[in-house]
């Protein structure tokens, strides 16, 4: 019976439920630069022998060793769902950061491809500019074109009735004799 007491006296933490899965309280008055009084989160492994537990906290994506003096138990777990939960809930947290990071990361190789993008509208704005030039243009070499071709035609016309009436003056003439 002594030594029970001597082993509660020891590890307080044993009656304290402090076991995977259950949700658990940073107590007051601690700040350390990876958690801070009130957070709160499940616990994923508990090392009795070192008196510590890895958490992870809500909204954050990271494993944290923890000694348990630090923490309070605020949950029970009636299964080992809460575990699978907190993994993927700072899995989440995890792929937001990750996507974060590399947008942040990705952003010089965004801005060129958005300068290479304005570059090309740029240019095709040009193309069409000069695309509408060309095609003023070649509708007044086309209306030039017409115009020319209509005044061959009638040139044409006038030396074929010169011709046919010079024909006809040779026929009469030679009729006559």
Not at 11 to 40: N, T
Not at 44 to 55: F, K, P, S, W
Not at 150 to 161: H, I, Y
């Amino acid at each position: 019976h002594k030594l029970f007491h001597t082993a509660l006296a020891v590890r307080p933490w044993l009656m304290s439920g402090f076991q995977v899965g259950c949700r658990v309280r940073v107590l007051r008055g601690r700040q350390f630069s990876d958690f801070k009084e009130r957070d709160e989160g499940v616990i994923l492994d508990v090392n009795e022998e070192c008196r510590n537990c890895t958490v992870v906290f809500d909204e954050r994506p990271e494993k944290i060793q923890v000694a348990l003096k630090h923490l309070r138990v605020i949950g029970q777990s009636t299964n080992r769902g809460n575990a699978a939960d907190a993994g993927a809930r700072s899995q989440k947290v995890l792929a937001k950061q990750i996507a974060e990071e590399m947008r942040l990361a990705d952003l010089p190789a965004v801005q060129a491809l958005d300068s290479e993008l304005q570059e090309l509208r740029n240019a095709l704005q040009d193309a069409q500019k000069k695309m509408k030039s060309y095609e003023a243009r070649d509708e007044k070499q086309a209306q030039e074109i017409l115009q020319l071709t209509r005044e061959l035609s009638s040139v044409k016309q006038e030396e074929l009735q010169a011709d046919l009436a010079v024909a006809r003056m040779e026929a009469a003439s030679q009729e006559m004799m």
